[in-house]
């Protein structure tokens, strides 16, 4: 004789459920129907990527590092402030205590 409404049945049926709603599951997903897992049933372009030269690819990444360098000195210099704004307050909340 089992006590309780059920409860813990109900949970492993849902688990089980679950379990079998899962991609990994599917059939499309094993039979190399990778892309129709999640979408419609229309059928999607394949990306086509810009190709770049080295030279221009070098001078992109100079750009994206320069540009990332002055917003760390830009952060930095904030947060100084900040830090600096901070001190000066303690130190004139503790004169003004004493």
């Known amino acids: 004789m089992s006590f309780g409404a059920g409860h813990v049945q109900d949970m492993n049926n849902r688990i ?5 709603q899962r991609p990994s599951n599917r059939p499309k997903f094993k039979e ?3 892309e129709g897992i999640y979408s419609t049933d229309k059928k999607t372009e ?3 990527f810009k ?3 080295e030279k ?3 001078e992109i ?6 540009r990332a360098e002055n917003q ?4 930095q210099l904030i947060f100084g402030i900040f830090i600096f704004c901070g001190l000066i307050s303690i ?3 503790l004169l003004w205590l004493n």
Do not use: C, D, H, Y
């Open 61 to 66: 990444k100079k750009r994206i590092r320069n």
């Open 72 to 75: 760390r000195k830009k952060e």
């Open 16 to 20: 089980k459920q679950n379990r079998a």
């Open 51 to 53: 190709t770049v030269p």
């Open 46 to 48: 394949p990306l086509n």
């Open 91 to 93: 130190i004139g909340i």
């Open 32 to 34: 190399n129907n990778r």
């Open 56 to 58: 221009e690819l070098i």
